[in-house]
């Protein structure tokens, strides 16, 4: 009860910050190097970087400046924050990687932003006169080739602030990434207190949408695989009403399964094409669309544990393992649900960005390993079941073949959606990165009908036949025991006659 409480105050607390208008506040954050946004430009957007205030309030000696990376993909868009220290920028050369980066020094003097050359440290060559580049806080607002902008000073408060705009040509378009970055003159104790405050605001547009290159398309995506899982619903449920007589449990769960991620993908769509036509999505629609999506996540693996016990297919009762398998899955599925949640309404600059999605990573790979045991101990029971000579042998051998099938469709969905995907995200150009959705779904779409047609519940369904044939074994055996029990009797009651 108090794990629903705090995921209904955390659903209703988000303050909108999910989206592609960026509202950053960074507090005395200790980190050298702190991502901010990315965003995927071509040549009809822009990106629009505020720096409302910078307060530096301690005696530190050190540099502060915006870095800018662009790589033509996606996930490889981020060598700064993972291999390159900016503060040494000599660990360029040392990286196989050479991207391309943009430095941007805060001259405290001089009170301008200036162009670091980053070519000499081994970072690729990039040719700014590319970028469009223009000062937002000059009064001409002229582009300018050099990448200085003016930094205005408030003495009232002491803190610098500064605008700039960045457009591309052609030619230069690829995945923006933007970081702000604290270089102490001299290593720092941990016990050393550092005290300043950065707050900045990033717009970003491409055309009239202000979704990135390669999510443009996910509003049409989301809303054509809806139409179809929608389809897949029907159908499942004309099944379930022409073969009435034949359904278990299972079946249920299957088809709300199949609703829920029907009302997932449309809510999907929604939350996207709010971002895309006004930055931020709408509040009301990205709690419903939390709420389904955490369902949808719970249904998903407790169907396919269930499914892979066997539960009124080969068996009535869950053993305690497998009780225990559910009663973990499911608040793992529900802890991977709010670290997803916080991890999509939360700024990459906050400090638990990283932790929380760590935390997505490791549940979501704990939850899927889970579920492989009960479709392992499954087959097991199905081996020592055809240990028995009797005339059942056939049927449970084409048991132990359908199990098979199905432990080796749950690991290479797990791989696939995963895994493979990962790899491919990462040499997709980054206009392209709608595809590894795509194929999510796709791959999901498959291994719901492969699932689907060999669990349907029709009459001579080898699943729903075990299940008789398995209740008439039991009532054979009794029977042959009782009659063994009542023809012992008879003997011991003849001996005993005898005997008088």
């Not at 005696?59 to 868009?77: C, D, F, H, K, L």
């Not at 000599?90 to 196989?96: T, V």
């Not at 997932?264 to 929604?270: T, Y």
């Not at 290479?412 to 959705?437: D, G, H, M, S």
Request: hydrophobic residues 45%; charged residues 20%.
């Amino acid at each position: 009860m108090t794990s629903c409480k705090f995921l209904v105050l955390l659903l209703f607390s988000l303050n909108g910050v999910l989206g592609r208008i960026h509202n950053i506040k960074i507090d005395s954050d200790r980190r050298e190097i702190i991502p901010l946004a990315n965003f995927g430009l071509t040549k009809d957007g822009f990106i629009d970087f505020y720096a409302k205030s910078l307060q530096i309030t301690d005696n530190i000696e050190a540099n502060y400046g915006i870095v800018v990376e662009s790589s033509p993909t996606q996930t490889a868009s981020q060598y700064v924050e993972t291999h390159i220290n900016i503060c040494t920028p000599e660990s360029i050369a040392n990286f196989d990687k050479h991207p391309k980066i943009l430095n941007l020094v805060l001259d405290q003097v001089e009170q301008k932003l200036e162009s670091k050359d980053m070519q000499k440290y081994g970072a690729a060559q990039w040719d700014i006169s590319n970028l469009i580049l223009t000062d937002l806080m000059s009064q001409d607002q002229d582009a300018n080739s050099d990448g200085s902008f003016k930094v205005n000073y408030n003495s009232e408060n002491s803190s610098y602030s500064f605008h700039f705009q960045i457009k591309v040509k052609q030619q230069e378009e690829g995945q923006f990434t933007f970081y702000f970055y604290r270089c102490p003159a001299q290593p720092l104790s941990y016990r050393t207190k550092v005290s300043y405050f950065f707050e900045a605001n990033i717009q970003a547009k491409n055309g009239n949408s202000y979704l990135s290159a390669g999510e443009k398309p996910l509003t049409l995506l989301y809303t054509a695989m809806g139409v179809v899982y929608f389809a897949m619903f029907w159908v499942w449920m004309k099944v379930m009403i022409h073969y009435s007589d034949n359904l278990f449990k299972i079946h249920y769960f299957m088809v709300a399964l199949v609703f829920a991620k029907c009302l997932a993908c449309f809510l999907h769509a929604v939350d996207y094409y709010f971002i895309g036509s006004h930055g931020t999505p709408d509040q009301a629609w990205a709690v419903l669309w939390y709420i389904i999506h955490l369902v949808r996540g719970v249904l998903l693996f407790i169907s396919l544990a269930l499914i892979g016990m066997g539960f009124a297919f080969i068996k009535h009762v869950l053993s305690y393992n497998e009780k225990l398998i559910l009663g973990t899955v499911v608040p793992l599925q529900i802890l991977a649900n709010v670290a997803y949640i916080i991890i999509d309404s939360s700024e990459e600059a906050e400090m638990n960005y990283g932790t929380w999605k760590k935390i997505l990573i490791f549940v979501d790979l704990l939850c899927c390993g889970a579920i492989i045991f009960p479709v392992m101990w499954s087959i097991r029971h199905l081996q020592q079941a055809t240990e028995r000579s009797d005339n059942k042998t056939t049927l449970v051998l084409s048991q132990l073949k359908l199990f098979r099938h199905f432990y080796i469709l749950v690991v290479v969905y797990i791989y696939v959606t995963r895994i493979a995907l990962k790899f491919i995200e990462v040499v997709l150009p980054f206009q392209y990165a709608w595809c590894t959705n795509f194929m999510d779904e796709i791959a999901t779409i498959v291994f719901f009908l492969i699932t689907g047609w060999n669990f349907r519940p029709y009459v001579s369904n080898p699943y729903y036949k075990l299940v008789e044939e398995e209740d008439e074994l039991e009532m054979e055996t009794l029977m042959v025991e009782s009659e063994t029990l009542r023809n012992r009797n008879v003997v011991e009651e003849e001996f005993d006659n005898t005997l008088a």
